[in-house]
C-alpha cells in the first residue's frame, strides 16, 4: 500500500526567506509525485510532477521540488517566500493503475 | 478552457436524508475521480472510473455511497441514509489520456453538512 507523510503540520517563515515543505512517501514500483496548493474555500491546485527523468521539478509560482530516491523523499522548495504563499499544501504519490494517496497537508504561514 | 465543475457547492441536509452530488470533468477526461475532505486533513480516496467504469472504488466506506458514470462524463456520487459523520467537502477530479494522463486537476467541490 502506498503512503504520503507530511511531518509538519504548520510552516511558518518570514518574507523573503527560503521555504522548504517536507514530504516522504512509500509505494510500490515508480513513483509519480505531486504537489497541490489549497487556499481558503477553494479547490486544490497544481503546482508540480515528479515522473521521470531530472530529480529537480519546477512548477508554477516559482516552487520546485526535489525527488531523492534513497531518502523516498519530494520536498517542495522556493527560494523566496511571499506572504500570497500562504495556504495549505498537499503532497500526493500516484500509484501505478491511477489511485492518488494525499498527504495531510502543511500550513504554510508567511509573515511580512 | 472551463475546469472541473461541481453542483451544488454546498448542500445542508437532515440525518437520514439522502442527497446527489454532481460532477462535470474537464471536457474529454475520461479519468475521474472522487475524495472526501474532512477538516484539518487531506484528500481521501474514496472512487476512481476510467471512462464508465468504476476503476476502483476501494475507497468507499460502506454501502450507503455509490457513483456512477453512466456516459463516460458527468458523474454522480450517491449517499443514502446520510449521516451527520458524512458532512465533509466532497472533491472531484478529472485527468486526460493524453499527454499529462498523468496528472489530476480538481473542481472546488461540495460542502455537505448533516445536521
Known amino acids: 500500500a502506498q503512503s504520503v507523510a507530511q511531518p509538519e503540520d504548520q510552516v511558518n517563515v518570514a518574507e523573503g526567506n527560503p521555504l522548504t515543505v517536507k514530504c516522504t512517501y512509500s509505494?510500490?514500483?515508480?513513483?509519480?509525485l505531486f504537489w497541490y496548493v489549497q487556499y481558503p474555500n477553494r479547490g486544490l491546485q497544481f503546482l508540480l510532477k515528479?515522473?521521470?527523468?531530472?530529480?529537480l521539478v519546477k512548477g508554477s509560482y516559482g516552487f520546485e521540488a526535489e525527488f531523492n530516491k534513497s531518502q523516498t523523499s519530494f520536498h517542495l522548495k522556493k527560494p523566496s517566500a511571499l506572504v500570497s504563499d500562504s495556504a495549505l499544501y498537499f503532497c500526493?504519490?500516484?500509484?501505478?493503475?491511477?489511485?492518488?494517496?494525499f498527504g495531510a497537508g502543511t500550513q504554510v504561514v508567511v509573515t511580512p | 478552457g472551463a475546469g472541473v465543475s461541481q453542483t451544488p457547492s454546498n448542500k445542508v441536509t437532515e440525518k437520514g436524508k439522502y442527497v446527489e452530488l454532481r460532477c462535470d470533468p474537464i471536457?474529454?477526461?475520461?479519468?475521474l475521480y472522487w475524495y472526501r475532505q474532512s477538516l484539518g486533513q487531506g484528500p481521501e480516496f474514496l472512487i476512481y472510473?476510467?471512462?464508465?467504469?468504476?476503476?476502483?472504488d476501494s475507497g468507499l466506506p460502506n454501502d450507503r455511497f455509490f457513483a456512477v458514470r453512466p456516459e463516460g462524463s458527468v458523474s454522480t456520487l450517491k449517499i443514502q441514509r446520510t449521516e451527520r459523520g458524512d458532512s465533509a467537502v466532497y472533491l472531484c477530479?478529472?485527468?486526460?489520456?493524453?499527454?499529462?494522463?498523468?496528472?489530476?486537476?480538481f473542481g472546488p467541490g461540495t460542502r455537505l453538512l448533516v445536521l
Open positions: 471536457s474529454g477526461h475520461t479519468a
Open positions: 472510473f476510467q471512462g464508465t467504469g468504476a476503476a476502483d
Open positions: 509505494v510500490s514500483g515508480n513513483p509519480y
Open positions: 515528479y515522473i521521470t527523468g531530472d530529480n
Open positions: 477530479a478529472s485527468s486526460s489520456s493524453g499527454s499529462g494522463w498523468e496528472t489530476q486537476y
Open positions: 500526493a504519490v500516484r500509484d501505478s493503475w491511477g489511485k492518488f494517496q
